[in-house]
């Protein structure tokens, strides 16, 4: 028994094409004509499978199959269907469109279970419509208060509770989730971590934690021409150094921890005016939060340390702090002993990038899977799988909600 | 016999009122109506003093004394009168209207002498309004081209030919001075050197080369959080790491060379996006001429070296390259006596900045006199620089130009 990977292929390039871009990559933001044309195609396979489908005060969409005790927790899977601008047909999508082939799977094949099944849609993800990423399952799980997700207004200044009733998603609180046996998400890397490695199956034991910092150096602006450098209180000069001291510190740890300077600017900003203040980004990662906290205090010692040596001022101000997220060990076991069973290549690791299953796993055991990343790119249009990567994806998807839903009548074999 | 230190401290507050600013610095730019009331206030004390003025075509004003020899080349000192917005009362002023006392000093002594002397006033050499610095001694001496400078426009569309005949100022071509027996500026050193040392006078041997190159390293922009650190392109390490090393290398070499990295842009420059693309600029100076092309090398050779080990792509762009200018050995060891005979404390130095000097410098022997800015600040409204020091710059710059002009009838003692 197997999931049918040309159904899965087929469905996947029928929503490629809502919003597909000239590149054929997607533009499928949030609550967008777009994303209604999408959700309406989702509806649409779901209801031939006979679900029961639910829309949240969110407009995240549940479609729910009873197993044979409907009092137990539901096992939870699925992703999202939104885009960032000129974004990739993979991104989310693939973990939305796989969950409805292992549910057609389970159900054509007749398959008993204990346990209810329910795939889910979330809203807003990514992010770019409405700046908040994970806007649905944070919502849904207490991170977000309704009244500020509601508020919210994009670029246009159209406001989520407004476009969300104008592509007519907006449903009833009671139709949340609010506790689940399991969630699994399955998605692409977006890095280039397994297809580097060789591996098809990635197993994501947590999110890293993310600390951002904006550090500040204020010296005094002096004309590069008369103004000896020994005497100068070059504010870039002491952020170049202390950019580069803890690059050079982290790049010797070896170890998870990663640095990235990704905003910078400098005033005045003329060729010939020494610099008087400086802010760049300081964006640290691990993913454990004891570790990631060292790493920040380490930071801020080398920061203070130039400082004085510079005879420049220094200001740290933390701008964002996500700790991290620890996912299932049962369910990470789990699927390395479907892995090794199947015979499917695999590296155990962490996700760099937040994703709906980070909020979800406050409602219960939850896991990620990752596939391959052709080049590691992703939220652009040339973002790529391989199809023997994500049919190999979806069958494990596939084989451990079986397991979750203590289905008694498969066999893989 | 000395020169009236009451009289100049006079003109020096009377010319500090036009234009004056709430913080008592000064905003006279040029061919503006301030700078036509600058220059009023100067013709009024050259005629008082009985001196053949000059108007030439671009603004620039001579005053003539004449000598025993009229045939002779005159001896020419002055300044400028424009500044930059909210500038210092000090900044070209100072040069014009020491010009002016040492004329006057001259004259009410009745000292006789060979060479003419002519005493100027440059237009827009800040090029604040005109963006090109030096203008009216820029064109003079053939470095910029007549209808270039003509047609030149400031931020509202006005040309500089039309704002000039505006105030009244354009004269004929034939006013210019076109070969001088020497040129003598004395301006504030608009930096820290003399102040710190605590000399009086600062004997301009030249002016610093100044090489200006714009670089850029282009990686690849990717997620923060799922490229390992090893395997990313970030364009803005590889800029933080070429940075750094010019610095060390500049510092170690404790020459005369300075290095500035004044200008920089990060691309796409969001806190969590490693940079697939830097710019930023070097700016490079040293007296000597071969010297600076070696570092501009030494510089190229680095950001070569650094784009190999980073796997990024650079680009080197020459924006500007000065040469330097050496001003005449003779003056300087003139200037050299008359500190020597009068206990005057000097310190022989290059100028890291542009002034007319260096323009001049190519119609006859020249040099420059500094006198200490106070904490070493200009072009902004706390300039200042002391009156001892002024009154020493001044006598320095009176007996100088007796030597000059050949006076036969002077008495220092």
């Known amino acids: 028994m197997e999931i049918n990977s040309k159904r899965l292929h087929q469905r996947f390039y029928q929503m490629a094409e809502i919003g597909k871009t000239e590149k054929k990559g997607v533009s ?11 959700r309406e195609l989702f509806i649409k396979w779901l209801k031939k499978l006979k679900l029961n489908i639910r829309v949240d005060d969110f407009g995240n969409i549940f479609a729910r199959k009873e197993g044979s005790n409907p009092s137990l927790p539901p096992v939870v899977f699925g992703s999202h269907l939104d885009s960032v601008p000129n974004g990739g047909k993979f991104d989310g999508t693939l973990g939305v469109l796989a969950a ?14 204990d346990f209810p099944l329910e795939i889910v849609m979330f809203t807003n993800e990514e992010g770019a419509r409405y700046t908040q990423p994970m806007l649905g399952s944070g919502a849904i799980t207490g991170v977000l208060q309704k009244e500020y997700v509601y508020q919210l207004k994009d670029d246009n200044g159209i406001a989520f509770i407004d476009a969300l009733k104008e592509i007519g998603y907006l449903g009833n609180q009671e139709n949340r989730v609010s506790k689940v ?30 600390s951002w910092q904006k550090v500040t150096f204020a010296g005094q602006a002096d004309h590069a021409g008369p103004t000896p450098m020994a005497q100068r ?6 952020a170049i150094k202390a950019m580069d001291k803890i690059h050079r510190w982290v790049s010797k ?16 900003n003329v060729v010939n005016v020494v610099p008087g203040q ?5 964006d640290l990662r691990h993913p454990n939060k ?11 010692e080398i920061i203070l340390t130039i400082a004085s040596h510079t005879e420049t001022e220094e200001q740290i101000e933390e701008i964002s702090f996500m700790e991290p997220v620890l996912f299932s060990e049962r369910l990470v076991k789990e699927i390395e002993n ?5 015979g499917y290549s695999y590296h155990a690791m962490f996700s760099g990038a937040g994703h709906d299953a980070m909020y979800m796993n406050r409602l219960g055991e939850t896991v990620m899977i990752f596939v391959p990343s052709v080049d590691g790119k992703s939220h652009c249009e040339e973002e790529e799988s391989l199809w023997k990567d994500i049919y190999q994806g979806t069958d494990l998807l596939f084989q451990l909600v079986c397991k979750e839903i203590g289905a008694y009548s498969y066999d893989f074999k």
Chains 1, 2 share one sequence.
């Open 100 to 113: 409805v082939e292992v549910v057609e799977t389970i159900c054509e094949n007749n398959i008993q279970h």
């Open 278 to 282: 400086v802010t760049f980004t300081v």
């Open 290 to 300: 004891k570790i990631l906290n060292q790493r920040v205090d380490k930071v801020k």
């Open 28 to 38: 499928r933001l949030a609550l967008t004509k777009e994303d209604r044309v999408g």
């Open 338 to 342: 479907i892995c090794d069973e199947n």
């Open 233 to 238: 209180k070059d504010a870039f000069v002491s």
């Open 253 to 268: 740890l070896k170890d998870e921890t990663s640095v990235t300077f990704g905003k910078c600017s400098v005033s005045p």
């Open 181 to 210: 046996k399991a969630f699994i998400e399955l998605h692409i890397e977006q890095g280039p971590v397994l297809f580097d490695k060789g591996a098809t199956i990635g197993i994501v034991k947590g999110i890293q934690g993310i």
